[in-house]
């Protein structure tokens, strides 16, 4: 979808007409529409969109008011990517308050004395309105996939077939979505985010830049970045995950990826090499060796490709795709 045109809205009705406003309000924040300048209101173009702001043009009319709309370029002052990234700050707010409703539930779904016909009630509230804001997630910075496989996880926890440690699942992403994006994470990258942009530029982005920041900093959400395996990233661990297992889910890529691959990955991330596969301890020693011997991360991230590289065509020359 292109930026170079936005749909604006704006409208006014009689002072007196309290409900009549709000009734619109509503419905202008039910399409994930955004306020911008304190004057209008804007969503991207789209046919379904463009619809429903004529009914709602009418529908103002009707209440003796009046309403604009308008399907043209961004204002002199403010370009595509500021209007994108008001649309994915919007979302990404109301996403990070369903995760703060999400995690004390996942807690008490762990206990067993816990009240399940209110963790079950919560479940499907939660559930319903994650779909609402689904689709009107214009612009998916991918907090919003991370909280919908708390929400699995959450189902997974009540339904009583899986142990406490299941694995979520993650809305699926189109690589698409993220092309030409600059991949931020923290800096000196060990085998989590090392085998994360490797992944992505595999299979999501072959040209994908990265950048680093100090291990402390907390960068906000910009258009066209995206942060992955560091606090408040679009991209981390959620459940039992890993990173990189969170990329492979998101993006429908496991079948792509050897499961002995992932489990390498993970035990070295996790420090579970005794519980690993028998290489695992392998891979490490020589991750390590590049880890000492290079001191910038841009080139350990370039030098390290090969390595994930070598690794997947070790086991797809034996036994294929070791699954």
């Known amino acids: 979808m292109s930026n170079d045109k936005w749909l604006f809205f704006s409208f006014s009705l009689p002072a007196k007409n309290q409900s009549g406003r709000m009734r619109v309000w509503r419905r202008l924040t039910g399409l994930g529409a955004v306020i911008i300048k304190n004057a209008f209101y804007v969503l991207p173009v789209r046919a379904d969109l463009h619809e429903q702001l004529l009914w709602l043009v009418k529908e103002v009319e009707g209440l003796g008011g009046e309403a604009l709309f308008l399907e043209t370029a961004p204002p002199a002052n403010m370009c595509g990517e500021d209007i994108a990234l008001k649309l994915t700050q919007a979302r990404d707010a109301d996403w990070q308050t369903m995760e703060q409703e999400l995690l004390p539930l996942l807690d008490q779904a762990r206990q067993p004395a ?23 997630d214009y612009f998916p910075s991918g907090r919003g996939a991370r909280v919908e496989g708390l929400v699995a996880e959450l189902a997974l926890l009540l339904s009583g077939e899986a142990a406490p440690n299941v694995t979520p699942t993650l809305p699926a992403l189109s690589p698409e979505n993220f092309k030409g994006a600059v991949w931020v994470t923290r800096e000196r990258p060990y085998i989590d985010r090392l085998a994360s942009f490797w992944l992505v530029r ?12 100090p291990a402390e900093d907390k960068p ?81 991230v370039e030098q390290t490709l090969a390595l994930f590289d070598a690794l997947l065509a070790s086991y797809s020359q034996t036994n294929g795709e070791q699954q």
């Not at 299979?203 to 920041?213: H, N, Q, R, T």
């Not at 995206?226 to 981390?236: I, L």
Request: charged share 30%; with cysteine; net charge neutral.
């Open 202 to 213: 595999r299979y999501l982005d072959p040209d994908a830049a990265i950048a680093f920041v």
């Open 220 to 300: 906000a959400k910009k258009v066209g970045t995206v942060r992955f395996d560091m606090a408040d990233a679009e991209f981390t661990h959620v459940g039992s995950l890993t990173t990189f297992e969170v990329l492979c889910e998101s993006f429908r890529l496991t079948w792509r990826i050897p499961s002995r691959f992932r489990e390498v990955i993970r035990a070295i991330d996790l420090n579970e090499l005794e519980t690993g596969p028998a290489e695992a301890p392998g891979v490490k020693q020589v991750l390590d060796g590049f880890v000492h011997s290079i001191p910038g991360d841009a080139l350990l």
């Open 114 to 136: 816990s009240d399940r016909a209110h963790l079950e009630a919560a479940h499907r509230r939660l559930g319903k309105r994650a779909g609402s804001l689904r689709d009107i």
